[in-house]
């Protein structure tokens, strides 16, 4: 038990703080939001200790307007709610305490301590080291040294305007550097999704993985496959949404960490057209995501999949099927293989799979078919992907073009601009040709 005790004090830096002063980080209280302050100035007034910490504190120091403010304090989930009424305590396994103002929450957290090897044994890890219970309530000192990075075990605190940092994380940050706490190849393999974390972090913030952080993914990469498909997920969207996708799955393929979450990639990114679509999707998104748009999730995954569920309807209608519903099932195996690995929700797949039928029926342009297609409630996001299937030269630009006049047509112009069945025809003759056979291994389903 002593021995455990001074285990986890010595391996994983000191108890003994830095506490960086106002001056030297510069971050004031007045940039945390005011229902964080008001919880914090609480909680203190009451003796306990309470703290902004993590992603806030880290985003701060790099200029960055924080996501939300989460709050770590010795008091127990109780005390909180005892401290601040309009509060209430969620989670079973690890209990949390969300804090109201306005229309603002807060998230409160009691300190808690990681594992150690005693508890390995005592079964709180898996066969590879997966952490399975980390609810244990613990000191300061024990939370810094349960978070991932340095870099995310910052506490700030608004009445004194002072960090504390157990482990150097203020250094890394200014030298830019992204640091495990503690010994890598044991912290990836206790949550495995660490990896993708460190992945999202060096590519977001333009950080350097330190050597001894960056040497165990790729051999541990593998482990990905013990993680619920349903927290993969989460963790996949927001590297997504991190507004540095591109960057994010380049360096997810450079350290094999790719396999676990979209299986297909590799085949898709191996024909110069599925990668060029999959880049020009995802920079897309990112240029969306910096000017402050939304992105629809279903939109992006779509994108991901969409030239492996063009060469499997291809495969498919080889064997003689009809195009739709070879199509249909092509994008029910796409979807299966990749749910395997990674559970993308029914509210996504549900419009991806719009997204997909629609894109057939955008280049079917004869008789009455386009304005049944404009009305339909997923047409704008189906004509932005035909689009970027244009912009890459997987389709003719010219079909593109086609609809973003017949949009701003007038009713009487519209008629005009329909096709007749003998021009779709010789149209997809034309195309067929080897002349522009470029835009043809994996032809419009
Ligand atoms: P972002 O919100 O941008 O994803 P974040 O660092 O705030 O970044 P959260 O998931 O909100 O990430 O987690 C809050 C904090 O909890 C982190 O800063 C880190 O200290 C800790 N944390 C989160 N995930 C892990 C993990 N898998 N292992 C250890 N600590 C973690
Ligand atoms: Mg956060």
């Not at 971050?27 to 939001?33: D, E, L, M, R, T």
């Not at 993969?232 to 994010?248: I, R, V, Y």
């Not at 994008?331 to 894109?359: F, G």
Request: glycine share 6%; net charge positive; hydrophobic share 40%.
């Amino acid at each position: 038990m002593i021995r455990s005790l001074l285990r986890r004090v010595f391996s994983r830096g000191s108890t003994k703080p830095k506490v960086i002063a106002f001056a030297s980080h510069g971050i004031a209280a007045a940039s945390i939001s005011q229902c964080a302050r008001r919880v914090v100035e609480a909680l203190q007034g009451h003796g306990f200790k309470a703290f902004v910490v993590g992603g806030a504190v880290r985003d701060l120091l790099l200029a960055k307007h924080p996501k939300d403010f989460d709050l770590a304090t010795d008091a127990h989930p109780e005390q909180v709610k005892g401290v601040f009424r309009r509060s209430r305590i969620i989670g079973r396994r690890f209990r949390l305490v969300h804090c109201m103002c306005g229309n603002e929450t807060v998230e409160v957290a009691t300190f808690r301590r990681g594992h150690d090897q005693e508890e390995d044994a005592a079964g709180h890890t898996d066969e590879h080291g997966r952490l399975l219970r980390d609810n244990v309530y613990g000191s300061q000192p024990d939370d810094a040294a349960r978070r991932d990075f340095t870099i995310n075990a910052l506490f700030y605190d608004p009445a004194t305007q002072e960090i504390v940092d157990y482990h150097n994380g203020w250094a890394d940050l200014k030298k830019k550097q992204l640091r495990m706490i503690g010994d890598p190849d044991i912290r990836y393999r206790e949550d495995p999704v660490r990896m993708l974390r460190a992945v999202r972090f060096a590519a977001a913030y333009g950080l350097e993985i330190e050597k001894k952080t960056l040497a165990p993914i790729r051999p541990l990469a593998p482990l990905l496959q013990n993680v619920p498909p349903a927290r993969l997920f989460d963790e996949m969207l927001k590297l997504l949404l991190s507004g540095h996708a591109t960057q994010c799955v380049t360096r997810l393929r450079r350290e094999g960490l790719h396999h676990g979450l979209l299986p297909l990639l590799d085949v898709i990114l191996e024909q110069p057209l599925g990668e060029r679509f999959v880049m020009l999707a995802l920079n897309t998104t990112d240029v969306r995501i910096l000017e402050g748009k939304p992105v629809s999730p279903g939109f992006l995954f779509a994108a991901l999949l969409w030239h492996e569920v063009l060469a499997t309807s291809k495969k498919i209608r080889e064997g003689g099927m009809a195009p739709m519903p070879a199509l249909f099932l092509a994008m029910d195996q796409v979807l299966d293989t990749q749910t395997a690995k990674l559970a993308i929700p029914r509210r996504y797949t549900t419009d991806m799979k719009d997204l997909w039928a629609l894109q057939q029926r955008l280049e079917n342009r004869t008789g009455r078919r386009p304005f049944r297609v404009l009305e339909h409630p997923r047409f704008r996001a189906a004509y932005d992907f035909l689009q970027l299937r244009c912009d890459c030269g997987e389709l003719e630009a010219e079909v593109g073009d086609w609809w973003r006049r017949f949009q701003q047509a007038s009713a009487h112009e519209r008629e005009g601009m329909l096709l007749r069945e003998g021009d779709a025809k010789r149209r997809r003759r034309r195309r067929r040709k080897p002349s522009t056979a470029q835009a043809q291994p994996d032809a419009p389903v």
